[in-house]
Structure formats: C-alpha cells, structure tokens
C-alpha cells in the first residue's frame, strides 16, 4: 500500500506516510504496538504482526472486511475511526479491547488520519497499546508499598513476640516432665505446647513478611523447578488419591529466577489448591493440571533476545473456587479463606513474584475450580 507524502496546509496532518509499501510493512512488523490501517472505504488495509496476536485474527482474515465487523466487539473503534474521518483530528482514549477469544483487555487506542498529496484524508492509522501489563505492575507496586509499611511495623513486633514464646514453650514442657504421673494435666501442657509452636511459625512468616532477601537470578528450567516441587508433594496427592495431570511445553527458554524462591511460590500455591480440593466431597476424584506455556495475555515490546516474553506457569484445581469477591482480597496480608490460615502466604508469594519482574493472579476456571498464573520473564 502507498500513500504519497501529504503537501503543506494550514490543516497539520497527524501522520506522514511516505516510501514504497513493502518497506514500510516492514517497519510496522517491527513495532510491538498493534498497528491497524484503515482505507478510506474503511476497510482493513494493514494488519501489523503485534495486531495479530492482540486480536487473535491474521492479516488474511481481516484484510479488506469493514473495521466496524473486525471490532463490532468494542464498538468505540469505528466511532473513532469516523469522527477521524470527519474531523482528521487525531483521538486518544482508554478503552477495553473484547478479542473474538480471551478475557477483555485494557489499552490505549490511538487514530491519526493519513492525508494524501491532494491535502484530503486517504485514511486512518490506528495504534493499540496493550496495558494489561502496566495494570498488573500498578497493582503488584501498591500491594507491595502497602506489604513494606506493613511488614516493617509488623516485623519489629514478631521480634519482640518470638523471645517470650520460646520460654512459654521451655516451661510448658518443663511442666509435662513434672506432671508425668498424672496423665490428665498432660493433655493441658500439650495444648501449650502445640498452641505455641503455632504462635512461633506465624511469626517466622511475618519475619519473612518484613525482611525477604532480594532474588539471586540466575537462568533456570522453570519445568526442573516444578518436578522438584512435586517430588514434595506427591505423597500427599497419592494418599488423598488425587490425579496429577502435566501439560509441559518442553520447548520452553529458560527464565530468571531463584531457585529457593520460586520453589516456595510453587510449594505454596500447590498446597494450597490441594486443600482447597481436600474440602470438597469425594477428594479422590479431583484434579490438580500443572501447564506450562508462553503467556499470551501481556503484549510487550518484541525483542530478539527474548526480553520482554513471559513464561507462565498455570496451577489449576477441580476445588470450590474461589468465594465471591476473594479475588481482591486475596493477596492483602492476613486476609485467609481458611479456617486456621495465617493470610500470608499469598502476600508473600505475591511479592517474591513481583521481586522477579513478574506477576501472580488467581482466578476461578470456567468449568470449576480456580486457577493459578504465574508469569516469569524469559532469561536474556
């Protein structure tokens, strides 16, 4: 497609587009933004290789249908695209893109009109910025400043709190030496002593909470990580008489991680959607589904070292799911669906993801059960 240079006017146009079709087709597969061109009969006349993947349609597909049918499902498109037309005022706006498949996305639609040599409006370019990346970063920084305050307060008291605990426990067992010839006081001791080890873990968790070393990042095999991880709890799934089921990519690169830390994330997010099975009838006839697998939900800058993709990692169960309105609570400190939780271990996890570059997300499946997502970025 070649639309000559735009001539000199009082009307300053928005976009110059200039130099043979294949050179700048090009170019516009290079940028990792969306890039969609629209002719004047406002057909498709370009889909870029970054709008490929946004919508989940090929350049073949959409090539000269109408705008308004390829984005009937976010409408704000083609009115944008017409009152551009009308005006050759470039638009900016936030607006949430609805792809033929997938969750609805955040972005940032921009439209420029495309003049010709004859100062007239030969068409539209329109650039989509995907934010769902960006969104999650601002939601992982404010439960992460929020965890900080926390966690230094929180912390500063744990440490005065462990000292006393350890001498509640020393006398407790002292006391079960010296009442071992009455067996009936001994259950009392026992509750000490159990209620104390309880009180001890809680405040080695906000210890972690509040003083979590930075990550030594090193290449990993995100799959060798797991298989270790399972290798713990498979005595736990085979006596609730569970089914294990991997979805391995094993072309998958290698990522940047800890190895300690991931494997804590992992262990935690694996018990976790084990428990939550173990409380629903019949447990044996459950599943837990490791995936792993390219993330496809975060659109960034393409680069040919592999920056800017993510590996995710999926840990899905055939539990109750998650409660009503849970999900945005899920990661706040203290806040637990279980009966004796802690509501820490999330958090935790949560900011040992975030310390990564990457991010965590728990969500209920559309079949049952709930799903966890970790996003991990490619080793460089």
């Not at 390219?294 to 040919?304: A, G, I, N, P, Y």
Request: aromatic share 4%.
């Amino acid at each position: 497609m070649a639309i000559a240079q735009r001539r000199r006017s009082r009307r300053k146009p928005n976009t110059v587009v200039t130099g043979p079709a294949p050179a700048w087709e090009t170019v516009l597969a290079s940028i990792g933004d969306a890039v969609v061109i629209v002719d004047g009969a406002g057909h498709i006349a370009l889909f870029n290789p970054a709008a490929e993947q946004l919508v989940g349609r090929s350049q073949r597909q959409v090539l000269g249908h109408l705008c308004a049918e390829v984005f009937a499902a976010t409408p704000a498109i083609a009115e944008m695209v017409a009152r551009t037309f009308a005006t050759g005022q470039t638009q900016a706006r936030t607006e949430e893109l609805r792809p033929p498949r997938g969750r609805a996305l955040p972005v940032r639609l921009q439209i420029s009109a495309i003049w010709d040599a004859s100062g007239g409006i030969g068409g539209t370019v329109l650039t989509i910025h995907d934010l769902s990346y960006q969104r999650t970063l601002e939601e992982d920084a404010r439960r992460i400043e929020h965890m900080a305050h926390l966690g230094t307060l929180v912390a500063g008291l744990a440490h005065e709190v462990k000292n006393p605990l350890g001498g509640i426990k020393g006398a407790a067992q002292l006391l079960a030496l010296k009442l071992a010839d009455r067996p009936e006081l001994g259950e009392y001791t026992a509750v000490i002593v159990r209620e104390t080890n309880r009180l001890s873990k809680l405040v080695d968790e906000l210890l972690l909470l509040g003083a979590q070393r930075p990550p030594e990042l090193v290449r990993l095999n995100i799959h060798r990580v797991i298989q270790d991880v399972l290798a713990l709890v498979q005595p736990e799934l085979d006596a609730a008489g569970m089914t294990l089921r991997l979805e391995f990519d094993p072309s998958l690169p290698d990522v940047r991680g800890d190895a300690a830390q991931l494997t804590q994330v992992l262990l935690n997010l694996i018990k976790n959607a084990v428990e939550a099975m173990r409380t629903t009838p019949r447990a044996s006839s459950h599943t837990l589904t490791v995936i792993t697998r390219m993330e496809t939900d975060f659109h960034l800058l393409r680069q040919r070292d592999g920056s800017g993709k993510f590996l995710r990692v999926e840990i899905a169960d055939t539990g109750p799911g998650l409660a009503a309105g849970a999900s945005e609570r899920l990661f706040e400190p203290f806040y637990s669906t279980k009966p004796r939780g802690t509501g820490l271990g999330l958090a935790i996890c949560q900011r040992l993801i975030a310390a990564h570059g990457g991010s965590l997300r728990l969500e209920n499946q559309r079949h049952g059960g709930a799903a966890a997502s970790v996003n991990l970025p490619l080793a460089r």
